[in-house]
């Protein structure tokens, strides 16, 4: 067995990676570590050194290699040892392992599937403080909580989005910072960056949760979809994270019977009552989560 020890990035496992498939070692003789290790590699020349001799570096498909880095973001124990299976069956001739239908392919697909759509909830919940009375530092400033390791490829879509200004995402693992002109990865977070990400409440956001409660329609209030397309997770990161519960059960107590949020149900004029077959055809607008204003006609 060869004990395998690097940094945990994906550059050094495709390092270590090549080293043992050059060397002609097979999956089930390696036991992979995911941790920081400074002298990982120098520790795994030594361990192998009576392999058999070196062969020339193995052809991978350009293809394979964007699978692998981004199903590296997939955090799981042991994540590297698929990989590796994958990579070897590969070279070996075997270009079924990256095929959905394949059982290592399946299980690389789903890996990348919950990449993605992790990637997706960075960039629809993410919500941005300006950093108040700040000279030096980032102008805004955000914390958020991935289930996986995708800030540093995801994080780019904020770069066209933000323009010129310079903005810091931090999490419970690593951070981006945004200068303005270059994006600073650190893979383990520093304390200060945390510390700016997770700023109390500006001004502005009461005028944020006013429009999100005032945009709230009761008649489309669909919770499971609600939960699928805004996971739970995610609510005590979010400014109007605390108003869902509330207007939730706003709407169970009788707003929802009104169609209308209670402000705008207690308005003089004629009461139009929301009936049991127009909540029906409104399912299909699940998705919207039911916190959204209704689609115009």
């Not at 498939?21 to 036991?31: E, K, M, N, T, V």
């Not at 062969?55 to 394979?64: E, G, I, N, Y």
């Not at 977070?189 to 945390?194: F, L």
Request: aromatic residues 8%; contains cysteine.
């Amino acid at each position: 067995m060869y004990r395998a020890s690097f940094d945990g990035s994906f550059a050094s496992w495709r390092h270590v990676a090549r080293d043992f498939l050059q060397r002609g070692i097979a999956p089930h003789q390696i036991d992979w570590r995911d941790q920081d290790c400074r002298d990982g590699l120098f520790d795994l020349i030594s361990e192998t050194t009576h392999a058999a001799e070196k062969k020339s570096a193995p052809r991978v498909p350009r293809q394979l290699l964007d699978l692998l880095e981004s199903a590296a973001c997939f955090r799981i124990e042991n994540r590297w040892s698929l990989l590796y299976r994958v990579l070897w069956r590969v070279t070996e001739g075997d270009r079924s392992a990256m095929l959905p239908g394949d059982a290592d392919g399946s299980q690389l697909h789903k890996r990348l599937k919950a990449v993605r759509r992790e990637a997706h909830h960075l960039h629809a919940f993410l919500r941005f403080h300006p950093l108040p009375d700040n000279t030096s530092g980032p102008q805004l400033v955000a914390w958020h909580e991935p289930a996986h390791d995708i800030l540093l490829k995801a994080s780019g879509h904020f770069i066209e989005r933000l323009g010129c200004n310079s903005w810091l995402i931090a999490t419970p693992q690593d951070g981006v910072h945004w200068d303005g002109q270059r994006l600073h990865y650190e893979r383990r977070c520093p304390p200060e960056w945390r510390r700016m990400a997770q700023t109390p409440m500006d001004s502005g956001e009461a005028l944020w949760l006013a429009y999100y409660g005032s945009t709230f329609n009761p008649a489309r209030l669909n919770r499971s979809a609600l939960e699928t397309n805004l996971p739970v997770r995610f609510w005590k990161n979010l400014p109007e994270g605390m108003l869902i519960q509330q207007l939730m059960s706003q709407a169970r107590a009788g707003a929802q019977r009104d169609g209308q949020a209670e402000r705008v149900a207690r308005q003089p004029g004629k009461r139009i009552r929301h009936r049991a077959k127009d909540a029906s055809s409104t399912s299909e607008n699940a998705g919207r989560a039911g916190l959204l204003p209704p689609l115009p006609d």
